[in-house]
């Protein structure tokens, strides 16, 4: 859920995280989850994938406190989640053509039209979105309303994002693929989910390899 105007306050670009430092050498491919609600994709990403490293953004502080609390619990150094707005933290946290990934999982639609400014893949978010992944990074959408899938699929391809599965086409699923705690019930019950598989142009770099200092 994304709620908070926009930002007009002036980047503090000397006094972004040290991923490096927290991380180690799983810096080296850091991804972004946009509201990661009851944590099943986070943790179960940071079960599977522990030479990788995740930041997950939750609007709610309950849900963050928790899933936060559940991650230290397993022993997850490599998932780091933070309380707040993705709008205002992520351009904060991560220099543009940082991530190798970002993950977005059912976002609020926000059917209404005065709320249509709080919709995740609006102009100004789905810009930033381009701009934060690196070279062949990802984005990762996915929903289960065709209706938002299909405007979030057009304005993400108008920005510039490429379509791994063609112009216009919604993404198969992997076998590999990390489902959310919400995912996990539409795929139980047979409901459809919508997928998105984008990314920014050109071949991604060879993971560099961070050492914490």
């Known amino acids: 859920m994304i709620?908070?105007?926009?930002d007009d306050s002036?980047?503090?670009l000397d006094l972004?995280?040290?991923w490096g430092a927290a991380f180690g050498a799983a810096a080296g491919r850091l991804e972004l989850e946009i509201g990661c609600g009851h944590g099943g994709f986070a943790l179960g990403f940071g079960s599977r994938h522990p030479e990788r490293a995740l930041v997950g953004i939750e609007q709610r502080r309950k849900f963050a406190a928790e899933v936060a609390e559940r991650a230290r619990r397993r022993g997850f150094g490599n998932v780091l989640i933070l309380q707040?707005?993705?709008r205002l933290l992520a351009p904060r946290l991560f220099a543009p053509g940082s991530l190798a990934a970002i993950h977005v999982h059912f976002p609020d639609p926000w059917w209404k039209r005065r709320h249509a400014r709080r919709r995740l893949v609006d102009d100004g978010m789905s810009e930033m979105l381009l701009r934060l992944l690196r070279q062949g990074g990802e984005l990762d959408f996915r929903t289960d309303v065709e209706a938002y899938a299909v405007g979030a699929l057009r304005r993400l391809e108008e920005v510039g994002f490429e379509n791994a599965a063609g112009p216009g086409r919604f993404a198969e699923p992997l076998p590999?693929?990390?489902p959310s705690t919400r995912e996990k019930r539409?795929?139980?019950t047979g409901?459809?989910?919508f997928r998105l598989r984008l990314r920014r142009r050109g071949a991604a770099p060879p993971a560099a390899v961070s050492s914490a200092s």
């Open 191 to 193: 409901q459809q989910v």
């Open 16 to 18: 972004r995280p040290d």
């Open 10 to 12: 002036p980047l503090a």
């Open 186 to 188: 539409y795929l139980a």
């Open 3 to 6: 709620f908070s105007e926009g």
């Open 176 to 178: 590999e693929e990390i």
């Open 84 to 86: 707040g707005d993705a």
